[in-house]
Nanobody, 127 residues
């Protein structure tokens, strides 16, 4: 069974940066699109960024455009989220997810397209 483990979260001041990592094991990581979502208690899970299996396509949610960048290293079975110019409203649990489809040219933006999730890493933006 596939396992996803996020890391890199923590406390950061407004305007600061963080680089999140998601390590994947036990599955065909290199053949699937990957994505980052975030969730605040009591609110819907929000799409942030997705990347196709070969890195040739990507999509970003409105909150992430211009500030966040998704990338991946298939040799290391790892996906990253570089977050710059962080704001207090970015405070959330950040979750990594794996697309349910193999070799898709798409980078899906909806939660139901993903079939495996990590437990998340907490990001808190505060002075």
């Amino acid at each position: 069974q596939v396992q996803l483990v996020e890391s890199g979260g923590g406390l950061v001041q407004p305007g600061g940066s963080l680089r999140l990592s998601c390590a994947v094991s036990g599955g065909t990581f290199s053949r699937r699109a990957m994505a980052w979502f975030r969730q605040v208690p009591g609110k819907e899970r929000e799409f942030l960024a997705a990347i196709a299996w070969d890195s040739r396509s990507s999509n970003y949610g409105d909150s992430a455009k211009g500030r966040f960048t998704i990338s991946r290293n298939n040799a290391e079975n790892t996906v990253f989220l570089q977050m710059n110019n962080l704001k207090p409203e970015d405070t959330a649990l950040y979750l990594c997810a794996r697309d349910r489809r193999l070799f898709s040219a798409l980078a899906p933006t909806i939660r139901l397209d993903y079939d495996a999730w990590g437990q998340g890493t907490q990001v808190t933006v505060s002075s």
